[in-house]
C-alpha cells in the first residue's frame, strides 16, 4: 500500500527546491503548463535575441512507467488513489533524472485521453488491460441524427465518473494542491471524426457537406456549453483553450481553412486565446493556415513532421506577435536508434531553421518515447539527449 501523504511532501519538497525555481523561471506565467493532459507545455519567459537557450523538455509515454515502475495502465485510469499515488512517482522520477527545464507545479490534470470529449456526448469509452482508455466500435451519430442545441450535463454518464474521480483526488491530494478537473481540448475535427466515424467524416465532407457543417456546429457548441457548464461546477474561470487536432493532415490546407478553422476561432474567440494548438500529424502543408487562427501561444510541430525547417518556412512574418513553436523531436528514430551525432545534428537543423526564419521562442523537446531498449536504458539514452541539446545550444558556430 502506498503512502500518498509521503509522496506528496516528497514532492512539495522538490516543488520548493532552488532547481525548481529554476526551472519555473524559464517559462511565462499566467496559464498553467500542466492542462487537458498530464504532460507539461509552456511558452518561454525569454526570447532567442536575447542571447540565451531556448528550453529544453523530456517525455515519456505511459508505457515506459509500466515498465519501469510497474504501472497497471488501465489501473491509473480508473482508480483515484492508483492515478494520483503513480503521477506523484512519474513526475518525481522524471525531474530526477532528466536535467531539463520542464518544472513541477501543484496542479494536478485529471485527464482520461483522447475520449474525453466523444465520452461526454455519449460515445462507448473502454478501458482495457493495458491500454489508454478507448473507443467503441459503433459511431453514435449518422445524417438522421437529431443533434439537441443544448445539452444537459447534470445526468451525464461519463462526467459522473469523471466527477468522482476528481473529487477523490482532491480529497486526497488536499488544499495544497489544485486538482484540474479535465478539460475539452479536442478540436472540433477531432470530436466529429470521433463521434461520426473516420471514414464516414471524412466523406460526409465531400458528399453530405450539409451535415458535415451541422455536426461541425453541434460539437462546437457542445464545448461552448460544456466549457461554461465547467465553470460553473469547479468555480475555476474559463482560461484559454487547447486544441488537439492529430488528425488534421487527413484533410487539406483548404479543407481545413474552409472546416475547421472558422470553429476553431470561435473556440479561441470564447476562451480568450488558445494556450497550444497541437497535432501528432504533420501540418508542414497546414502551417500557413493553421496561422490564420488568432491567439495561438504555443504551437507545435510535431513528431511527424520530419523536416522542420519546411514548417518554419510556412510561418508567417509576424515578428513578436507570433506563437512560440514547440518543436517535438520523434524519440524512436532521433534518441533511441540515432547516434549522438545524429541527434546533435537534428537539433542544429532545428536552430539554423529558428536562426534563418527569425523564430523567437521555441522549445526544443522529445516526444513519444515508449519502450524500445527496456526501459532504464531507454531512460538513459533520454537523459544523454538532453545533455546533446544543451552541448549544441553551447555551440558558437552553428550556421
Request: aromatic share 12%.
Amino acid at each position: 500500500m502506498s503512502d500518498i501523504d509521503g509522496l506528496l511532501r516528497e514532492y512539495e519538497g522538490l516543488c520548493d527546491g532552488a532547481e525548481n525555481a529554476r526551472r519555473l523561471a524559464l517559462w511565462q506565467t499566467g496559464d498553467c503548463g500542466l492542462r487537458g493532459e498530464t504532460q507539461w507545455h509552456g511558452v518561454p519567459r525569454f526570447t532567442a535575441e536575447q542571447g540565451r537557450p531556448m528550453p529544453v523538455t523530456a517525455e515519456c509515454l505511459e508505457k515506459m512507467w509500466e515498465k519501469v515502475l510497474g504501472m497497471d495502465i488501465r489501473r491509473f485510469y480508473t482508480d483515484p488513489d492508483y492515478f494520483l499515488e503513480f503521477f506523484l512517482k512519474y513526475k518525481m522520477l522524471k525531474f530526477r533524472r532528466f536535467h531539463d527545464d520542464t518544472p513541477l507545479t501543484r496542479e494536478i490534470p485529471v485527464c482520461f485521453g483522447v475520449t474525453h470529449e466523444a465520452g461526454i456526448l455519449g460515445q462507448k469509452v473502454l478501458f482495457m488491460p493495458g491500454e489508454e482508455p478507448q473507443f467503441g466500435k459503433d459511431p453514435i451519430v449518422d445524417e438522421d441524427s437529431i443533434l439537441p442545441k443544448t445539452i444537459d450535463f447534470s445526468g451525464n454518464e461519463y462526467l459522473a465518473m469523471a466527477k468522482r474521480y476528481h473529487e477523490r483526488v482532491k480529497e486526497l491530494a488536499g488544499k495544497a494542491f489544485h486538482v484540474i478537473f479535465p478539460q475539452w481540448y479536442r478540436g472540433p475535427q477531432g470530436v466529429a471524426l470521433y463521434i461520426r466515424g473516420f471514414q464516414n467524416f471524412s466523406i460526409d465532407m465531400y458528399v453530405n457537406e450539409g451535415f458535415a457543417r451541422r455536426l461541425l456546429r453541434y460539437v462546437t457548441d457542445a464545448e461552448r456549453q460544456f466549457a461554461a457548464w465547467r465553470q460553473d461546477y469547479t468555480g475555476d474561470p474559463i482560461a484559454r483553450a487547447d486544441l488537439f487536432n492529430d488528425d488534421i493532415p487527413l484533410m487539406s490546407p483548404e479543407s481545413y481553412e474552409s472546416f475547421f478553422l472558422p470553429y476553431e476561432q470561435e473556440v479561441s474567440d470564447l476562451h480568450g486565446g488558445v494556450w497550444y494548438w497541437h497535432s501528432c500529424g504533420d501540418i508542414t502543408k497546414h502551417v500557413p493556415q493553421v496561422s490564420r487562427l488568432t491567439g495561438i501561444a504555443l504551437l507545435d510541430f510535431g513528431v511527424t513532421m520530419e523536416d522542420k525547417e519546411a514548417g518554419v518556412r510556412g510561418l508567417p512574418a509576424s515578428g513578436g506577435k507570433a506563437p512560440a513553436i514547440e518543436f517535438r523531436v520523434m524519440a524512436k528514430p532521433h534518441i533511441q536508434e540515432a547516434a549522438e551525432a545524429e541527434q546533435k545534428e537534428y537539433v542544429r537543423g532545428i536552430i539554423r531553421a529558428c536562426r534563418a526564419h527569425g523564430v523567437a521562442r521555441y522549445v526544443i523537446r522529445s516526444s513519444g518515447m515508449s519502450i524500445l531498449l527496456g526501459g532504464e536504458p531507454d531512460l538513459q539514452k533520454l537523459a544523454r539527449w538532453v545533455d546533446l541539446v544543451r552541448e549544441v545550444q553551447a555551440e558558437k558556430d552553428i550556421a
